[in-house]
């Protein structure tokens, strides 16, 4: 199975979640501010936060990219202050294109000016870990 892992990061919490997961799960790691995601992958964690509500722009232009189908599959792991918001219009986007998306999505909380000050913590980026542990046992089964 061929998996990767992509993050964009603005104040780096995706980046800290992305490098726990790509190291536990020994899979290579690329920036999205700068790197392309190849073809070929079965497989993609991919890594985000939340900004006024949405997804950054230059992330969704990234994936704009995309060819149909192309990854098999993406997982989506989420930091945001609220703590529980997903990637929606990640998740419209990569279906648009015709790329499945895992309907379970990791979200934890990131911290934003003076609030929720320390995360994600380390509990949190070892349930990230977990959850890409479990999502990628069950779709390699
Ligand atoms: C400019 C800005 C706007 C944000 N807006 C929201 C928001 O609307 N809702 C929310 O829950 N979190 C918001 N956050 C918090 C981020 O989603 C959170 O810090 C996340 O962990 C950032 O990930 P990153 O460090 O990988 O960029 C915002 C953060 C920034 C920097």
Redesign the pocket.
Known sequence: MNTALA???????????GSAVSAALQIPSMDLKTDVIPAGLDCLFL????????S?PRLLQKLEALQSGQPGLVVLLT?????S?RQEQVRELLASKGISVHPDEFTC????LIFHLG??NKTEIASAVAFARRVLAEVSA
């Open positions: 993050y964009f990061s603005v104040t780096g919490h995706s980046k800290k979640i890594v985000g936060g939340i900004y006024a509500g949405k950054d930091s945001s202050a609220a703590g918001t909380r990131g911290s934003f995360h994600p």
